[in-house]
């Protein structure tokens, strides 16, 4: 099986930031997302951004934002992936000067696939746990076995994962990518750089 790639998201700090890189993450995630207790200003995410060595992939973490909003972050901030995490339609998420991903939140009845090929400009389909009323970062894992074995898109599995249950999401789903954000925190938007290093190792391992 090919490697599985990280993303940390939700970096609020320039150090958890130079962690995650070191450990050997492949993207780290920025909320520009107000209503978030990981939302990082413009300044925040100017300073993670320019303090990371080079081959670590920034995103973007949208939730039904104006395309103005987008664009005046993109003016000023070297973004190399925008993550939309809201109800965004294909036509919202295309036309902005980066690529990007799509957050599915998934539940019972739901059929994957055909919503991955509504995004057909999407770089990569991310899978997250559908609980009502709350977009994302819920810390809550979904049922694994009701994600198709094949999708037209790089997968990107995310939802309450953590060093206890990597493992065994990556041999149930076989993504392309995980993403964590809860499980390797020690407050919201507060990484831990232990909990940073065993997720990546257990991720490098599976
Ligand atoms: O982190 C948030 O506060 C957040 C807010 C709105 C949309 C998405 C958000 N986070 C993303 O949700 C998934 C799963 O997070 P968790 O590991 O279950 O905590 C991940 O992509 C977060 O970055």
Partial sequence: MAAVRSKICGITRVEDALVAAEA???AIGLVFYPQSPRAVTLQQAQA????????????GLFVNASRCDIGEILDVLPLDLLQ???????ADCDGHRRPYIKALRVRPGEDVAARCLEYRNASGILLDTYVP????????AFDWSLVPRVLPKPVILAGGLTVRNVRSAIAQVAPYAVDVS???EVGKGV???EKIR???REVQSA
């Fill in 24 to 26: 050997g993450a492949d």
């Fill in 48 to 59: 993670i951004v320019s303090a990371l060595p080079p081959f670590v992939t920034t995103v």
């Fill in 84 to 90: 939309f995490h809201g109800d965004e339609t294909p």
């Fill in 133 to 140: 009323g709350v977009p994302g970062g819920t810390g809550e």
């Fill in 182 to 184: 809860g499980g390797v």
């Fill in 191 to 193: 990484k831990d750089a």
């Fill in 198 to 200: 065993a997720f990546i």
